[in-house]
């Protein structure tokens, strides 16, 4: 496929990642697996194995199984907040995964410093100009902007104003862009903007190769992007990590949660501690629930803002490729705009 305008200014993100297109499908729990991954990598794009908290073991046996479906590069993406998260740390340093990405909340120094001694390259999220500024002090070789658009756990400012406060005035590193993306006309934009390359999540959840359950898949293709809501705080006492995700029953009923909890923290019935416990096990297998047993009514149906533009369910070839001749086909109209 002959994309010229695209590989020119795609070019620093294709050649730091060491792929045709830096279309990047984001690791996303019980979704990314080493099937997913091979596929959007042999497709020319880079794939994320989701590590998540699953044993070291498995996780070893994830990358070798990715390793044998594609000789393509691809990355680890490690949730630095999770119980398994250090020997998941050592176990990708041994390997020699080519990139990992740190995810869940920001690494400590030491860590960034372990894995780029070890040969890797190192990516971050910043959900905050704040996290993008520390990560670079920290470091890594490259940034993935994230908005509150995004799908699962998101942070509080929208793409729109992290492109401005950090792609705008970073040009040490590449980075990349991701939150409410699903077209290659919005990505031909992104890359003008000097976005090194985009990432994808909700686009990819729902394709082919996706392992996802046909019931999970077909919510999210009837799905608008009002639907995706972002779950709320009610009290500072019951610290929640905002997750974005399609509204069901499970998002009320956590919601009735949270008023229950704080008034038994107002009448002196329950700790803080206690309440934080109940908060947490709430959502514990609800994920799990949604993507491979497809209950979108109790399970953690995690999606993007973009759910309201997918609808329909492709290969992931066939994505790439839509995502190349559109941001071509766009880049191409742009110059014919500016050159007439």
Not at 18 to 45: E, H, K, Q
Not at 67 to 86: C, H, M, S, W
Not at 186 to 193: D, G, I, K, T
Not at 210 to 220: N, T
Request: hydrophobic share 45%; charged share 25%; glycine share 8%.
């Amino acid at each position: 496929m002959d994309t010229p305008l695209l590989d020119k200014v795609a070019s620093r993100g294709r050649d730091f990642l060491g792929v045709r297109y830096p279309f990047i499908c984001g690791a996303m729990t019980w979704v990314s697996d080493p099937n997913l991954v091979a596929a959007v990598a042999n497709a020319g794009g880079f794939g994320c194995l989701a590590g998540g908290n699953m044993p070291a073991a498995l996780l070893r046996q994830q990358v070798e199984q990715t390793r044998n479906l594609t000789d393509k590069p691809f990355g680890v993406n490690l949730i630095t907040i999770a119980p398994n998260y250090q020997m998941h740390l050592d176990l990708v340093t041994d390997l020699k995964v080519p990139f990992v990405i740190f995810a869940g909340n920001f690494p400590r120094r030491s860590e960034v410093e372990k894995v780029r001694a070890g040969g890797l390259r190192v990516m971050c999220f910043a959900s905050t100009h704040s996290i993008a500024k520390r990560m670079l002090d920290y470091g890594a070789d490259a940034l993935i902007l994230e908005g509150m658009e995004a799908g699962g756990h998101v942070g509080r400012v929208t793409l729109i104003i992290l492109l401005q406060q950090v792609l705008f005035e970073v040009d040490d590193v590449p980075v990349f862009v991701a939150g409410g993306i699903a077209t290659g006309k919005m990505c031909a934009h992104l890359f003008l903007m000097g976005a090194a390359g985009i990432q994808f999540g909700t686009l990819f959840a729902v394709s082919r190769e996706s392992c996802a359950h046909p019931r999970f898949k077909q919510r999210f293709l009837r799905a608008n992007a009002r639907e995706a809501v972002a779950t709320p705080q009610f009290d500072s006492r019951l610290p929640v990590v905002a997750v974005r995700a399609l509204r069901n029953r499970a998002t009320d009923d956590f919601a009735k949660l949270q008023l229950e909890l704080i008034e038994l923290l107002d009448a002196g019935k329950i700790t803080r501690e206690e309440a934080q416990q109940k908060v947490e096990e709430f959502w514990m297998g609800r994920l799990q629930r949604a993507v491979m047993e497809g209950d979108i009514e109790y399970g953690s149906m995690m999606a993007g803002q973009s759910v309201g533009l997918v609808k329909a369910e492709r290969s992931v070839k066939e994505i790439i490729e839509r995502l190349a001749i559109e941001t071509e086909h766009e880049i191409h109209r742009i110059r014919n705009l500016i050159y007439p």
